[in-house]
């Protein structure tokens, strides 16, 4: 089986070299073009396929067929499925000579069409911009209409994107793996972001011909009436009065979100997200506004943050709009009686809905028109809203508050902890927490709350001991196995899984059908080494629910730690299934289905052009699809903060000795492996499974 494997694909060079001498290995672009082990995707042209009767005729057909850019041959010596012997297949423009295969011999056109011509004239009134160094048009991966890795510059990337008239937008990269690599989109991307994975990326957008490159965001000059002006400042974030906030919307640009500030004459502040932001539940392309004169605080960054904002200078002809308390009135869909704006907004908490509770309850304290114990009442609820945004901060100053207003309340000092411990203030979150307990003894979710905190800090044994009271304190039998689960975990962060797994057996005696507990447990007897404890488990769940995709993923976990490859290749397809935009799910599916003689890179290809390559973990997919190198995967790992900067590193760690595995390089499998094993925690996949391969490497010996 293995005489099939794969070599990886940062080792294109040297198989190239080895078998065809330095002269097949292109000085120019650091690629194989003729007589390569490349496999070759892309449309195969119709027709082709037929047998050569070597690798030379098969490469003439190439460079006899106009539409031919690559071809690969099937060569009987390479053990093959008899069907494939001495195949020959031509690919035509969108051919992509990607990831190493011992099963092929591969070229690219030795006479190719000559290239574009140096400049690249308006077509049908189109032409593009050209923007150099640095950057590409990102985050239209499902929008790509081309894409291909055929001998391309860069002009004929730009000429071939004005000549389709689907294309708004292209990038060049001239240092891909595979050679030159043109993409093109049928969206028009917002910006073009700097590119870690190969900096010396072009790209363009289409415009009309003779028309002007749009300005860059930074240079967007004021908008509106003479009378209100807004200053637009990227990479900042502008901290408003929280009471006087208005709301959030969508809108496709930080000009627009501007304009919206503008036109509204209550709006004196806004932020516009460009992207996704840990501090934010609210969406990518968020526009935030407030009717805060002044920001509280500004915070630039460094470029990255994602955040664009604005303050709006209304000019002495027109003045701002009230903002007095009690003077302005109920914006659209709040009503206008305070006290049935606070059932509005306990109805909008209810369905999950914690932003429209928050622009309800908002206008409601400013109004003015709230008696004390309903105004309290707001700040409590809008503080959870708010900490379901994980505007944390905001949340904060509403428990403030609350607790002012009444020092031995409980639950607010309960909350605020929360709080403290998501903002990482440990000492304080300890405090309020230690607080709540005196307050509430016998409240289990004040000792739950100071066991969580005192797990953050490190100190597991104070923290079981806090949940060993949450046990004790608890009647109902549901509620006592929810106590028991996290006792477990809590065990389980301690290093103390055997008595995780009896908190666990205690949790299903009590509610044998808590599918968390049951999960829990699997996933517990997985990391002990028990496997077939594990599997049974899993299996309970699938049996009784066979959607269940954590259960999916646990069960193809525990077969991977046990070599049954193929078998976890079903269970992860389950789980991809279920989550197809789960970029571990994507990997770890890959990985599975190597081990298990398959030929998976095209459907990685394929899943990863509907995937945001944008985050960590996607780095790890540029390695595996061969479109990076570990060195710059090592780079693309690094993060400001330490904790999980340690994190992607130890993964790294474990995937490069994946790699190594599939390549049959069993010694720096089992060098990467040992440092996995040691660099991540144990509670990780990536411990786990590389204990497991070490196992075996080690018993094959």
Known sequence: MRAFRLVLATCIAVVASLSFGADAWSQVTGRCVSNCNLWVTGKRIPGSGAQAASAAECGNRCDANAACFAWMYWPPSSGSAGMHANQCELVGAQAAMGRPSELVISGLKSRPTAPPAAAAPPVG???????????WASGYSPDTILSFNSPVTMQGCLTSCVANTNCRAWDWHPQNIGGPACRQFSLTPAKGEKSTYAPQ???????AA????????????????????????PNTNLLFNPQRYIGSVVTPSAKACQTLCLRDPNCRIWNWLSAANPNYTVPAHSCMTNASAEPLNKIKREPGLNIVSGVITVAASQPPAPTAPGTAAAP?????????AYQAALAANQRNDPQSAIRILTAAINSGKLDADTRIKAHRVRGSSLFAMRRYADAKADYDIVIQANPRDADAYWGRAWINLELGQLDAAL?????SVALG????????MRAKIRAARGEFERAIADRTHAVVVTAAPKDKAQAHIERAETFRAAGRLADGIRDLDLALGLDPESARARLRRGTFHAEAGRYDDAHADFTALLVRDPKNASAAFGRGQTEAYRGRYADAAKDFARYVEAYPGSHHGQIVRFLVRERAGEWAWPDLARAA??????????PVIHFLLGNMREAELRDAARHEKAETQAAQLCEVEFYVGYAALLAGDKAAARAQMEKARDLCKPTYIEATWAKAELARLAARQ
Not at 125 to 135: D, F, I, K, M
Not at 210 to 233: K, V
Not at 431 to 435: K, L, N
């Open 125 to 135: 009134g189109r032409a593009s911009t050209l923007v150099r160094g640095e950057v």
């Open 201 to 207: 990326n072009v790209r363009g957008m289409i415009v």
């Open 210 to 233: 003779g028309a002007p490159a749009p300005a860059p965001p930074s240079e967007a000059p004021p908008i509106g009436t003479p009378a209100r002006t807004s200053t637009f400042e």
């Open 332 to 340: 659209p869909g709040i009503p206008a009686d305070p006290r049935q």
């Open 431 to 435: 405090a309020d927490a230690d607080r």
């Open 441 to 448: 003894p016998r409240s289990a979710h004040g000792f739950a």
């Open 609 to 618: 052009a509907r995937l945001d390559l944008e985050k960590w973990p996607s």
